[in-house]
């Protein structure tokens, strides 16, 4: 079975600088998915950015950058000039290629503060 | 486009009482799911679905039901409540076929079994 470890359960950046969230995974598949999701208070999860595991080239989305080593396991989150509302809950999570069993498997999340 | 929502937002139950928790999506997603956050657990699924009339065990099953005749809804079930299922409950969907695999979520319900 599949597993996620987010080993850190908080961690705390200056407002304008740069974050990184750690996650590894265990899987023996070769193809799969890998995501992180934001829980902000209001306990939504919102989709940050996602990564497919046959790409080599890093995931990107505006300030969201991930650092994918597949031969490590390793999916690391980057978070550039960090801003008040990036101050939530994160969650790595890891999806088999899909197919009817397309469960989503989390880490167990990492709460993020942002200082002013 | 009201996406994948959740009702109630909150309810308060008692021991032994038969709750239902609703989810309904109006993206025609072929794929549903039931998940549960608890505290120092992340989120684990209950049920999954992978179309109308087909559905099948996650993680954490036992004491609930669910049930989908239509695909746009999923409802989950407590027959029979515990305080061991006092949790957030979240609802998520996603289509079919490659490039389909993102899951959305749903706002929650927050339930807790006195």
């Known amino acids: 079975a599949q597993t996620v470890t987010q080993s850190q359960p908080e961690m705390s950046v200056q407002e304008a600088e740069t974050v990184t969230l750690s996650c590894t995974y265990d899987t023996s598949e070769s193809d799969y998915y890998l995501f992180w999701y934001k829980q902000p208070p209001s306990r939504q999860m919102i989709l940050v950015i996602r990564?497919?595991?046959?790409?080599?080239q890093n995931a990107t989305e505006n300030r969201f950058s991930v650092n994918f080593q597949k031969a490590a396991k390793s999916f690391s989150l980057k978070i550039s000039d960090s801003q008040l509302g990036d101050a939530a809950m994160y969650f790595c999570?890891?999806?088999?290629?899909?197919?009817?069993?397309?469960?989503?498997?989390f880490g167990k999340g990492i709460t993020l503060s942002v200082r002013p | 486009d009201a996406g994948i929502t959740q009702s109630p937002r909150y309810k308060i139950t008692e021991t032994g009482r038969q709750v239902t928790l609703m989810c309904h999506q109006t993206w025609s997603h072929s794929y549903m799911f039931w998940y549960r956050q608890d505290l120092g657990h992340g989120l684990r699924l209950i049920y999954y679905?992978?179309?109308?009339?087909?559905?099948d065990k996650g993680e954490v099953p036992d004491g609930y039901v669910v049930s989908r005749s239509k695909t746009e809804n999923f409802p989950l079930t407590l027959e029979s409540a515990t305080r061991s299922q006092t949790s957030v409950y979240f609802c998520a969907s996603s289509a079919a076929g490659d490039g389909q695999e993102t899951q959305y979520f749903g706002p929650g319900t927050r339930l807790l079994v006195l």
């Open positions: 999570a890891y999806r088999s290629d899909p197919g009817a069993n397309s469960k989503l498997t």
């Open positions: 679905s992978a179309a109308a009339d087909i559905t």
């Open positions: 990564q497919e595991a046959y790409k080599q």
